[in-house]
């Protein structure tokens, strides 16, 4: 598939969809294969991200910060230029189709994602999140970055034998728009862990130790602004541990305690 690759065919029939008009996502199958059609989100007040991004400046948490969601032709246009540049650095993303003025279509890559699969205690799930990891640090290394790098958006290829991860979705925002680039890839690890570290079926002294040798093979800024990040969130591994106070306590939780261990470790090593 190419840019714009729908023929004229198909983007009359998306263009007539009443589907993604009502539910602003719809997937058809074209020509092209299966694809995604995205309607515009209406615009979001200015002022929720006003206060979080005060919060963040006063705490000296940059990672915080909360990348704007302009909605409308905005958020479409954002969403297709970062597709269009993550897919030229070789990350796994859908492939652009078609921009229209009031929607784009995108390749689909399937219904099923990591932190499904995490959940479900999958048997291919702990392989496929070391995959995700490895895919994060590769995005990294080619200059980029995610917007929303939580488990939900990374989709998996249950099809495949055995499945894969097949690329990562969501881009209507951009967090450069209020940090730097080593301050979004550290919000990538933040997002990726605290959507994944609750229900990983590893004891804390492994994933103290994956992580030490993930934050290794990161670039020495992004390792920094991480290290930073843990120092700032270790106090909230006081948090309830005990998933009847819902699942988010817990996902803070478990990236809290990584995060202060994380931090300890790294601390331990600079005085030796």
């Known amino acids: 598939m190419t840019d714009m690759a729908l023929s004229l065919q198909d983007q009359e029939r998306v263009a007539q969809s009443q589907g993604w008009r009502e539910r602003r996502i719809e997937v058809l199958d074209t020509a092209a294969g299966k694809v995604v059609v995205k309607g515009q989100r209406a ?23 909360a990348a704007p969601m302009h909605g409308g032709a905005r958020a479409q246009a954002v969403e297709a230029s970062r597709l269009r540049a993550l897919r030229a650095a070789g990350a796994p993303v859908p492939e652009l189709l078609h921009v229209a003025g009031d929607h784009l279509v995108m390749q689909w890559l399937g219904d099923e994602h990591l932190g499904l699969l995490l959940q479900h205690q999958h048997p291919h799930a702990l392989a496929l999140w070391r995959d995700a990891a490895d895919a994060l640090l590769r995005l990294h290394a080619a200059g980029q970055y995610l917007s929303q790098g939580f488990a939900r958006n990374m989709i998996v290829d249950a099809r495949a034998d055995p499945p894969r991860l097949a690329g990562v979705i969501d881009f209507e925002d951009d967090p450069l728009e209020v940090m730097t680039l080593p301050e979004a890839q550290a919000r990538d690890w933040l997002a990726f862990l605290q959507s994944t570290l609750w229900t990983l079926p590893l004891a804390p002294a492994q994933i103290d130790a994956w992580l030490a040798d993930v934050m290794r093979a990161e670039r020495p800024e992004v390792r920094a602004e991480f290290l930073h990040a843990c120092r700032q969130l270790g106090g909230l591994r006081h948090l309830p541990s005990s998933r009847r106070f819902g699942r988010d306590t817990v996902a803070l939780q478990a990236v809290a305690a990584a995060a202060h261990r994380h931090a300890r470790l790294a601390h331990t090593d600079s005085t030796v």
Do not use: Q
Request: proline share 13%.
């Open 43 to 65: 615009p979001r007040h200015p002022a929720r991200y006003r206060v979080l991004n005060a919060l963040a400046g006063l705490l000296r948490a940059p990672w915080l910060k």
